[in-house]
Protein backbone atom coordinates (compact mmCIF):
# COMPACT_ATOMS: atom_id res chain seq x y z
CA UNK A 1 0.00 0.00 0.00
CA UNK A 2 1.46 3.40 -1.20
CA UNK A 3 1.96 6.44 1.18
CA UNK A 4 -1.05 8.41 -0.89
CA UNK A 5 -3.25 5.00 -0.13
CA UNK A 6 -2.44 4.60 3.59
CA UNK A 7 -3.17 8.44 4.25
CA UNK A 8 -6.17 8.18 2.44
CA UNK A 9 -7.29 5.20 4.38
CA UNK A 10 -6.34 6.70 7.43
CA UNK A 11 -8.13 9.95 6.98
CA UNK A 12 -11.23 7.74 6.10
CA UNK A 13 -11.23 5.86 9.12
CA UNK A 14 -10.40 9.79 11.65
CA UNK A 15 -13.12 10.24 9.41
CA UNK A 16 -15.74 7.75 11.28
CA UNK A 17 -14.10 7.52 14.37
CA UNK A 18 -13.56 11.47 15.35
CA UNK A 19 -17.21 12.01 16.10
CA UNK A 20 -17.32 9.44 18.28
CA UNK A 21 -14.25 10.43 20.31
CA UNK A 22 -12.83 7.32 19.44
CA UNK A 23 -9.26 8.30 17.48
CA UNK A 24 -7.45 6.71 19.58
CA UNK A 25 -7.94 3.32 18.04
CA UNK A 26 -5.14 4.90 15.07
CA UNK A 27 -2.66 5.87 17.77
CA UNK A 28 -0.10 3.17 16.38
CA UNK A 29 -1.07 3.24 12.92
CA UNK A 30 2.08 4.64 12.14
CA UNK A 31 3.91 1.11 13.21
CA UNK A 32 1.79 -0.95 11.26
CA UNK A 33 2.43 -2.69 7.99
CA UNK A 34 0.01 -2.52 5.08
CA UNK A 35 -1.61 -5.93 6.16
CA UNK A 36 -2.18 -4.83 9.29
CA UNK A 37 -3.39 -1.20 8.37
CA UNK A 38 -6.09 -3.11 6.13
CA UNK A 39 -6.97 -5.74 8.61
CA UNK A 40 -7.60 -2.77 11.62
CA UNK A 41 -9.49 -0.79 8.58
CA UNK A 42 -11.37 -3.74 7.86
CA UNK A 43 -12.31 -4.03 11.65
CA UNK A 44 -13.53 -0.18 12.05
CA UNK A 45 -15.84 0.18 9.45
CA UNK A 46 -17.83 -3.17 10.26
CA UNK A 47 -18.90 -1.49 13.38
CA UNK A 48 -21.96 0.37 14.27
CA UNK A 49 -20.09 3.34 16.60
CA UNK A 50 -23.63 4.54 16.98
CA UNK A 51 -25.03 1.25 18.04
CA UNK A 52 -21.78 1.26 20.53
CA UNK A 53 -22.81 4.81 21.67
CA UNK A 54 -26.49 4.41 22.59
CA UNK A 55 -25.56 0.78 24.12
CA UNK A 56 -22.90 2.69 27.06
CA UNK A 57 -24.91 5.34 27.65
CA UNK A 58 -27.75 2.87 28.64
CA UNK A 59 -25.38 2.36 31.41
CA UNK A 60 -27.36 -0.74 33.70
CA UNK A 61 -30.32 1.03 33.95
CA UNK A 62 -32.88 -1.29 32.30
CA UNK A 63 -34.76 -3.69 33.83
CA UNK A 64 -35.55 -2.77 37.60
CA UNK A 65 -34.99 -6.85 38.76
CA UNK A 66 -36.41 -6.64 41.95
CA UNK A 67 -39.87 -5.22 40.82
CA UNK A 68 -39.93 -7.86 38.20
CA UNK A 69 -39.26 -10.39 40.63
CA UNK A 70 -41.96 -9.17 43.45
CA UNK A 71 -44.63 -9.66 40.64
CA UNK A 72 -42.98 -12.66 38.84
CA UNK A 73 -44.84 -16.44 39.19
CA UNK A 74 -43.78 -19.51 37.30
CA UNK A 75 -45.23 -19.71 34.37
CA UNK A 76 -47.53 -23.04 33.92
CA UNK A 77 -45.54 -26.13 32.92
CA UNK A 78 -45.39 -29.65 31.53
CA UNK A 79 -43.99 -31.17 34.61
CA UNK A 80 -42.28 -34.60 34.87
CA UNK A 81 -45.81 -35.99 36.51
CA UNK A 82 -46.91 -35.01 32.76
CA UNK A 83 -44.22 -37.07 31.09
CA UNK A 84 -44.71 -40.12 33.46
CA UNK A 85 -48.71 -39.65 31.91
CA UNK A 86 -49.15 -42.33 29.75
CA UNK A 87 -52.00 -41.07 27.57
CA UNK A 88 -50.58 -37.23 27.21
CA UNK A 89 -46.95 -38.66 26.89
CA UNK A 90 -47.97 -41.10 23.94
CA UNK A 91 -50.02 -38.25 22.18
CA UNK A 92 -47.15 -36.19 22.00
CA UNK A 93 -44.62 -38.35 21.27
CA UNK A 94 -46.85 -39.56 18.46
CA UNK A 95 -46.84 -36.01 17.23
CA UNK A 96 -43.06 -35.39 17.48
CA UNK A 97 -42.60 -38.74 15.64
CA UNK A 98 -44.76 -36.99 12.53
CA UNK A 99 -42.78 -34.07 12.89
CA UNK A 100 -39.56 -35.83 12.66
CA UNK A 101 -40.68 -38.48 10.29
CA UNK A 102 -41.87 -35.56 7.72
CA UNK A 103 -38.54 -33.90 7.53
CA UNK A 104 -39.92 -31.19 9.87
CA UNK A 105 -37.28 -30.54 12.36
CA UNK A 106 -33.73 -29.13 12.31
CA UNK A 107 -30.93 -28.85 15.01
CA UNK A 108 -29.06 -25.86 16.79
CA UNK A 109 -25.71 -26.64 18.11
CA UNK A 110 -24.34 -23.41 19.64
CA UNK A 111 -20.26 -24.37 19.33
CA UNK A 112 -18.49 -20.76 19.84
CA UNK A 113 -16.98 -21.84 23.02
CA UNK A 114 -13.29 -22.99 23.60
CA UNK A 115 -12.46 -25.16 26.22
CA UNK A 116 -10.09 -22.79 28.06
CA UNK A 117 -11.37 -23.23 31.54
CA UNK A 118 -11.29 -26.73 30.67
CA UNK A 119 -7.15 -26.30 30.16
CA UNK A 120 -8.28 -27.47 26.62
CA UNK A 121 -6.75 -24.90 23.56
CA UNK A 122 -9.59 -25.98 21.20
CA UNK A 123 -13.38 -25.62 20.64
CA UNK A 124 -15.11 -27.07 23.57
CA UNK A 125 -16.91 -29.46 20.89
CA UNK A 126 -13.73 -30.93 20.18
CA UNK A 127 -13.12 -32.26 23.74
CA UNK A 128 -13.31 -35.76 24.81
CA UNK A 129 -16.06 -36.60 26.91
CA UNK A 130 -17.18 -40.73 26.35
CA UNK A 131 -16.72 -41.99 29.55
CA UNK A 132 -15.69 -45.79 27.82
CA UNK A 133 -15.07 -44.36 23.99
CA UNK A 134 -13.53 -41.11 25.05
CA UNK A 135 -15.77 -40.05 21.71
CA UNK A 136 -15.93 -36.05 21.77
CA UNK A 137 -18.59 -33.73 22.01
CA UNK A 138 -19.52 -33.22 18.34
CA UNK A 139 -19.72 -36.91 17.53
CA UNK A 140 -22.38 -37.58 20.76
CA UNK A 141 -24.20 -34.76 19.21
CA UNK A 142 -23.95 -35.60 15.51
CA UNK A 143 -24.86 -39.37 16.33
CA UNK A 144 -27.96 -38.03 18.52
CA UNK A 145 -29.14 -36.11 15.39
CA UNK A 146 -28.61 -38.93 12.83
CA UNK A 147 -30.10 -41.58 15.48
CA UNK A 148 -33.39 -39.49 15.63
CA UNK A 149 -33.00 -39.04 11.56
CA UNK A 150 -32.48 -42.49 11.34
CA UNK A 151 -35.49 -43.36 13.83
CA UNK A 152 -37.92 -42.61 11.49
CA UNK A 153 -36.48 -42.70 8.19
CA UNK A 154 -35.90 -39.06 7.61
CA UNK A 155 -33.16 -36.06 7.25
CA UNK A 156 -32.57 -33.57 10.72
CA UNK A 157 -30.64 -30.94 9.32
CA UNK A 158 -27.64 -29.30 11.48
CA UNK A 159 -26.63 -25.71 11.70
CA UNK A 160 -23.59 -25.21 13.96
CA UNK A 161 -22.86 -21.33 15.79
CA UNK A 162 -18.92 -20.89 16.25
CA UNK A 163 -17.19 -18.12 17.21
CA UNK A 164 -14.24 -16.50 15.36
CA UNK A 165 -12.07 -18.06 17.44
CA UNK A 166 -13.38 -21.50 16.96
CA UNK A 167 -14.21 -21.53 13.79
CA UNK A 168 -11.65 -22.36 11.13
CA UNK A 169 -10.53 -25.13 13.46
CA UNK A 170 -13.94 -26.54 14.13
CA UNK A 171 -14.46 -26.63 10.14
CA UNK A 172 -10.85 -28.69 10.13
CA UNK A 173 -11.82 -30.90 12.78
CA UNK A 174 -15.69 -32.26 11.37
CA UNK A 175 -14.16 -32.56 8.05
CA UNK A 176 -11.28 -34.59 9.40
CA UNK A 177 -13.87 -36.55 10.64
CA UNK A 178 -15.85 -36.79 7.93
CA UNK A 179 -18.84 -35.30 9.42
CA UNK A 180 -19.14 -38.71 11.46
CA UNK A 181 -21.01 -39.78 9.00
CA UNK A 182 -23.81 -37.17 7.97
CA UNK A 183 -23.96 -35.78 4.36
CA UNK A 184 -22.08 -32.48 4.48
CA UNK A 185 -24.78 -30.87 2.58
CA UNK A 186 -26.99 -31.71 5.74
CA UNK A 187 -24.40 -29.69 7.85
CA UNK A 188 -24.06 -25.70 7.98
CA UNK A 189 -21.47 -24.38 10.01
CA UNK A 190 -21.84 -20.54 10.58
CA UNK A 191 -19.96 -17.86 12.35
CA UNK A 192 -21.64 -15.61 15.13
CA UNK A 193 -20.65 -11.88 15.39
CA UNK A 194 -18.09 -9.98 17.30
CA UNK A 195 -18.80 -6.58 19.78
CA UNK A 196 -15.78 -4.47 20.34
CA UNK A 197 -15.27 -4.00 24.34
CA UNK A 198 -14.93 -0.41 25.92
CA UNK A 199 -13.57 0.70 29.05
CA UNK A 200 -15.53 2.53 31.50
CA UNK A 201 -15.19 5.49 29.80
CA UNK A 202 -16.63 4.07 26.49
CA UNK A 203 -13.50 4.35 24.67
CA UNK A 204 -12.43 1.36 22.46
CA UNK A 205 -9.72 -0.97 23.95
CA UNK A 206 -7.22 -2.67 21.74
CA UNK A 207 -6.28 -6.22 21.95
CA UNK A 208 -2.93 -5.68 19.62
CA UNK A 209 -1.16 -2.12 18.68
CA UNK A 210 -3.03 -2.89 15.14
CA UNK A 211 -5.97 -4.73 16.64
CA UNK A 212 -9.70 -4.25 18.28
CA UNK A 213 -10.33 -6.19 20.98
CA UNK A 214 -13.83 -8.20 20.15
CA UNK A 215 -16.02 -11.00 21.77
CA UNK A 216 -18.54 -13.42 20.80
CA UNK A 217 -21.84 -11.16 21.05
CA UNK A 218 -23.33 -13.89 22.52
CA UNK A 219 -25.94 -17.06 21.81
CA UNK A 220 -28.05 -14.86 21.17
CA UNK A 221 -26.48 -13.79 17.87
CA UNK A 222 -27.69 -17.05 16.77
CA UNK A 223 -30.67 -14.60 15.52
CA UNK A 224 -28.98 -12.95 12.89
CA UNK A 225 -25.94 -15.20 12.31
CA UNK A 226 -28.76 -17.22 10.90
CA UNK A 227 -30.29 -15.07 8.85
CA UNK A 228 -26.66 -13.34 7.12
CA UNK A 229 -25.29 -17.11 6.51
CA UNK A 230 -28.11 -18.17 5.04
CA UNK A 231 -28.91 -20.96 7.13
CA UNK A 232 -33.00 -19.57 8.25
CA UNK A 233 -33.35 -19.69 4.00
CA UNK A 234 -31.99 -23.06 4.14
CA UNK A 235 -34.56 -23.80 7.07
CA UNK A 236 -37.21 -22.62 4.95
CA UNK A 237 -36.31 -24.41 1.81
CA UNK A 238 -36.08 -27.09 3.37
CA UNK A 239 -39.95 -27.32 4.69
CA UNK A 240 -37.74 -27.16 8.24
CA UNK A 241 -40.95 -25.71 10.96
CA UNK A 242 -39.08 -26.38 14.23
CA UNK A 243 -35.95 -26.05 15.48
CA UNK A 244 -34.25 -27.89 18.17
CA UNK A 245 -31.44 -25.71 20.32
CA UNK A 246 -29.34 -27.12 22.16
CA UNK A 247 -25.10 -25.92 23.90
CA UNK A 248 -22.14 -28.49 23.01
CA UNK A 249 -21.18 -28.75 26.89
CA UNK A 250 -24.52 -30.43 28.06
CA UNK A 251 -24.06 -33.67 26.27
CA UNK A 252 -27.07 -35.22 27.79
CA UNK A 253 -29.00 -32.71 25.66
CA UNK A 254 -32.26 -34.91 24.52
CA UNK A 255 -31.82 -33.74 20.91
CA UNK A 256 -35.15 -33.91 19.53
CA UNK A 257 -36.77 -35.98 21.69
CA UNK A 258 -40.30 -36.75 19.64
CA UNK A 259 -42.78 -36.41 23.11
CA UNK A 260 -40.94 -32.87 24.07
CA UNK A 261 -41.36 -31.77 20.01
CA UNK A 262 -44.54 -33.23 20.13
CA UNK A 263 -45.72 -31.08 23.76
CA UNK A 264 -44.19 -28.15 21.97
CA UNK A 265 -46.36 -28.41 18.66
CA UNK A 266 -49.55 -29.50 20.12
CA UNK A 267 -49.86 -26.35 22.30
CA UNK A 268 -48.93 -24.36 19.41
CA UNK A 269 -45.93 -23.01 21.25
CA UNK A 270 -43.56 -20.19 19.03
CA UNK A 271 -40.77 -21.20 21.61
CA UNK A 272 -40.25 -24.09 24.29
CA UNK A 273 -37.82 -23.85 26.69
CA UNK A 274 -36.70 -26.87 28.94
CA UNK A 275 -36.09 -26.53 32.27
CA UNK A 276 -35.22 -28.20 35.90
CA UNK A 277 -36.42 -27.66 39.12
CA UNK A 278 -33.53 -25.81 41.06
CA UNK A 279 -31.40 -27.55 43.67
CA UNK A 280 -30.54 -24.81 45.68
CA UNK A 281 -32.23 -21.51 45.22
CA UNK A 282 -28.92 -19.59 44.28
CA UNK A 283 -28.42 -22.20 41.39
CA UNK A 284 -26.52 -20.28 38.68
CA UNK A 285 -29.01 -20.54 36.28
CA UNK A 286 -31.66 -18.40 34.45
CA UNK A 287 -35.00 -18.21 36.26
CA UNK A 288 -37.94 -18.94 33.60
CA UNK A 289 -40.73 -16.49 35.43
CA UNK A 290 -44.08 -15.26 34.29
CA UNK A 291 -45.01 -11.33 34.80
CA UNK A 292 -48.53 -10.32 33.49
CA UNK A 293 -48.82 -13.10 31.63
CA UNK A 294 -45.59 -12.80 29.66
CA UNK A 295 -42.85 -15.53 29.96
CA UNK A 296 -39.10 -14.29 30.38
CA UNK A 297 -36.55 -15.07 32.20
CA UNK A 298 -34.43 -13.13 35.17
CA UNK A 299 -30.24 -14.23 35.29
CA UNK A 300 -29.18 -15.81 38.61
CA UNK A 301 -26.90 -12.98 38.89
CA UNK A 302 -29.67 -10.50 38.02
CA UNK A 303 -32.22 -11.88 40.55
CA UNK A 304 -31.32 -11.05 44.60
CA UNK A 305 -31.46 -13.63 47.43
CA UNK A 306 -34.80 -12.20 48.92
CA UNK A 307 -36.51 -13.33 45.89
CA UNK A 308 -34.32 -16.47 45.02
CA UNK A 309 -35.21 -18.13 48.64
CA UNK A 310 -38.73 -16.70 48.35
CA UNK A 311 -41.61 -19.74 49.35
CA UNK A 312 -44.67 -20.77 48.61
CA UNK A 313 -47.49 -22.14 50.89
CA UNK A 314 -46.21 -24.99 51.15
CA UNK A 315 -42.55 -24.17 51.62
CA UNK A 316 -41.51 -25.07 47.83
CA UNK A 317 -38.98 -22.80 45.98
CA UNK A 318 -41.63 -20.11 44.31
CA UNK A 319 -38.91 -19.63 41.27
CA UNK A 320 -38.05 -23.08 40.65
CA UNK A 321 -37.73 -23.05 37.05
CA UNK A 322 -34.17 -23.23 36.08
CA UNK A 323 -32.97 -22.95 32.12
CA UNK A 324 -30.17 -25.53 30.83
CA UNK A 325 -30.67 -23.36 27.70
CA UNK A 326 -32.27 -26.23 25.60
CA UNK A 327 -35.25 -24.57 23.38
CA UNK A 328 -37.35 -25.51 20.29
CA UNK A 329 -38.40 -22.63 18.35
CA UNK A 330 -40.83 -22.85 15.38
CA UNK A 331 -38.75 -21.49 11.98
CA UNK A 332 -41.49 -18.96 11.65
CA UNK A 333 -40.86 -16.92 15.07
CA UNK A 334 -36.97 -17.23 14.17
CA UNK A 335 -38.28 -15.65 10.66
CA UNK A 336 -40.63 -13.08 12.02
CA UNK A 337 -37.81 -11.66 15.14
CA UNK A 338 -35.07 -11.51 12.16
CA UNK A 339 -37.28 -9.35 10.39
CA UNK A 340 -37.32 -6.91 13.68
CA UNK A 341 -35.19 -4.40 14.64
CA UNK A 342 -33.55 -5.01 18.21
CA UNK A 343 -35.31 -8.28 18.77
CA UNK A 344 -33.10 -8.74 21.80
CA UNK A 345 -31.53 -6.29 23.76
CA UNK A 346 -27.82 -6.31 24.16
CA UNK A 347 -26.87 -7.26 27.74
CA UNK A 348 -23.42 -5.67 29.85
CA UNK A 349 -20.62 -7.76 31.40
CA UNK A 350 -18.49 -6.10 33.42
CA UNK A 351 -15.02 -8.09 32.56
CA UNK A 352 -11.24 -7.84 32.85
CA UNK A 353 -9.89 -7.15 29.49
CA UNK A 354 -5.78 -7.19 28.87
CA UNK A 355 -5.35 -4.12 26.34
CA UNK A 356 -2.83 -1.89 24.67
CA UNK A 357 -2.09 1.36 26.00
CA UNK A 358 -1.37 4.57 24.69
CA UNK A 359 2.25 3.69 24.63
CA UNK A 360 1.76 0.68 23.47
CA UNK A 361 1.93 -1.84 26.13
CA UNK A 362 -0.38 -4.65 27.21
CA UNK A 363 -1.75 -4.05 30.56
CA UNK A 364 -2.90 -6.55 32.75
CA UNK A 365 -5.82 -5.32 34.94
CA UNK A 366 -6.46 -6.50 38.30
CA UNK A 367 -10.30 -5.41 38.21
CA UNK A 368 -12.62 -5.52 36.06
CA UNK A 369 -12.00 -2.82 33.66
CA UNK A 370 -14.26 -3.28 30.20
CA UNK A 371 -17.81 -3.62 29.40
CA UNK A 372 -18.70 -6.42 26.98
CA UNK A 373 -22.03 -6.81 24.77
CA UNK A 374 -23.62 -9.45 24.14
CA UNK A 375 -27.36 -11.19 23.82
CA UNK A 376 -28.85 -13.79 25.10
CA UNK A 377 -31.68 -15.99 22.97
CA UNK A 378 -33.89 -16.64 25.78
CA UNK A 379 -35.26 -12.99 25.60
CA UNK A 380 -37.15 -13.82 22.49
CA UNK A 381 -38.83 -15.64 25.25
CA UNK A 382 -41.34 -12.53 25.76
CA UNK A 383 -41.78 -11.38 22.33
CA UNK A 384 -43.45 -15.60 21.36
CA UNK A 385 -46.59 -15.27 21.28
CA UNK A 386 -47.30 -18.28 22.81
CA UNK A 387 -44.17 -20.10 25.04
CA UNK A 388 -44.28 -23.26 27.18
CA UNK A 389 -41.67 -24.69 29.80
CA UNK A 390 -41.06 -28.38 30.24
CA UNK A 391 -39.15 -30.12 32.98
CA UNK A 392 -36.43 -32.21 33.04
CA UNK A 393 -34.61 -34.23 35.57
CA UNK A 394 -31.49 -33.21 35.85
CA UNK A 395 -30.02 -36.84 35.79
CA UNK A 396 -32.11 -36.86 31.83
CA UNK A 397 -30.91 -34.29 30.40
CA UNK A 398 -28.31 -31.57 32.23
CA UNK A 399 -24.90 -32.18 32.86
CA UNK A 400 -22.69 -29.20 31.28
CA UNK A 401 -18.86 -29.50 31.41
CA UNK A 402 -17.56 -26.58 32.34
CA UNK A 403 -14.64 -26.63 35.11
CA UNK A 404 -11.00 -28.48 35.16
CA UNK A 405 -11.01 -30.50 38.29
CA UNK A 406 -10.33 -29.82 41.61
CA UNK A 407 -13.45 -27.85 40.72
CA UNK A 408 -16.77 -29.08 43.11
CA UNK A 409 -19.32 -29.42 40.24
CA UNK A 410 -19.14 -29.37 35.80
CA UNK A 411 -16.15 -31.34 35.73
CA UNK A 412 -15.72 -34.28 32.68
CA UNK A 413 -15.33 -36.74 35.49
CA UNK A 414 -18.58 -35.42 36.96
CA UNK A 415 -19.97 -35.24 33.27
CA UNK A 416 -18.74 -39.01 32.43
CA UNK A 417 -20.70 -40.00 35.66
CA UNK A 418 -23.46 -39.15 35.16
CA UNK A 419 -23.62 -40.65 31.27
CA UNK A 420 -22.80 -44.25 32.73
CA UNK A 421 -25.26 -43.45 35.60
CA UNK A 422 -28.31 -42.61 32.58
CA UNK A 423 -26.83 -45.21 30.47
CA UNK A 424 -27.19 -47.64 33.27
CA UNK A 425 -30.95 -47.16 34.56
CA UNK A 426 -31.84 -47.17 30.65
CA UNK A 427 -30.77 -50.94 30.72
CA UNK A 428 -32.11 -51.72 34.08
CA UNK A 429 -35.54 -50.45 32.79
CA UNK A 430 -34.70 -52.69 29.97
CA UNK A 431 -34.29 -55.40 32.82
CA UNK A 432 -30.60 -55.79 32.02
CA UNK A 433 -28.30 -56.14 35.07
CA UNK A 434 -25.01 -53.54 35.05
CA UNK A 435 -22.85 -54.93 37.70
CA UNK A 436 -21.82 -52.57 40.48
CA UNK A 437 -18.94 -49.98 39.60
CA UNK A 438 -18.67 -50.83 35.95
CA UNK A 439 -19.46 -48.48 33.42
CA UNK A 440 -21.13 -48.52 30.54
CA UNK A 441 -21.76 -45.97 27.23
CA UNK A 442 -24.30 -45.94 24.67
CA UNK A 443 -23.95 -44.90 21.09
CA UNK A 444 -26.74 -42.71 20.20
CA UNK A 445 -26.75 -44.86 17.47
CA UNK A 446 -26.86 -48.24 19.26
CA UNK A 447 -30.23 -46.54 20.86
CA UNK A 448 -31.06 -42.88 21.08
CA UNK A 449 -32.93 -43.09 24.52
CA UNK A 450 -34.49 -45.69 26.90
CA UNK A 451 -37.38 -46.42 24.58
CA UNK A 452 -35.53 -47.73 21.70
CA UNK A 453 -32.91 -49.34 23.57
CA UNK A 454 -35.73 -51.54 25.28
CA UNK A 455 -37.36 -52.13 22.28
CA UNK A 456 -33.20 -53.56 20.55
CA UNK A 457 -33.21 -55.77 23.57
CA UNK A 458 -36.62 -57.16 22.86
CA UNK A 459 -35.75 -58.07 19.77
CA UNK A 460 -32.33 -59.82 20.47
CA UNK A 461 -32.13 -61.48 23.25
CA UNK A 462 -28.19 -62.05 23.19
CA UNK A 463 -28.49 -58.49 24.64
CA UNK A 464 -30.05 -58.34 27.65
CA UNK A 465 -27.24 -60.71 29.69
CA UNK A 466 -25.71 -59.18 32.82
CA UNK A 467 -22.94 -56.67 31.72
CA UNK A 468 -19.97 -57.28 33.92
CA UNK A 469 -17.16 -54.77 32.87
CA UNK A 470 -16.91 -51.37 31.28
CA UNK A 471 -18.34 -51.34 27.96
CA UNK A 472 -19.19 -48.99 24.99
CA UNK A 473 -22.19 -50.13 22.96
CA UNK A 474 -22.08 -48.62 19.47
Not at 204 to 221: A, C, M, N, R, Y
Not at 329 to 347: A, I, L
Not at 359 to 388: C, M, Y
Not at 412 to 427: E, G, N
Amino acid sequence: MTSDLTSQLKSTLESVLAPHHQSHVLKHWEKLDSAAQQKLADQILAFDFDQLARLFRQQDTGTHWDELAEKASVPPAITLADFADAASHDAAWQAGADLLRQGKVGMIITAGGQGSRLGFDHPKGMFPIGPVSDVTLFQIFFEKVMARANQFGSVVPIYIMTSPPTHDETIVFLKEQNWFGMNPEDVQVFCQGVMPAVDHNGKILLSEVGEVFVSPDGHGGALLALEKSGALADMQQRGVEHVFYGQIDNPLVQVCAPALLGYHANSGSEMTSQVVRKSDPLQKVGNVITVDGVVQIIEYSDLSEQYARETTADGSLKLWAGSIAVHIFKTEFFQRMSDTTDSMPFHRAHKKVAFIDDSGQRVEPETNNAIKFEKFIFDLLPAANHAIICEVDPADGFCAVKNAPPAAAETPDHVKQAISALHTRWFNEAHVQVADGVIVEISPLFAPDAKALKEKIDADPALAAPITKNTYFN
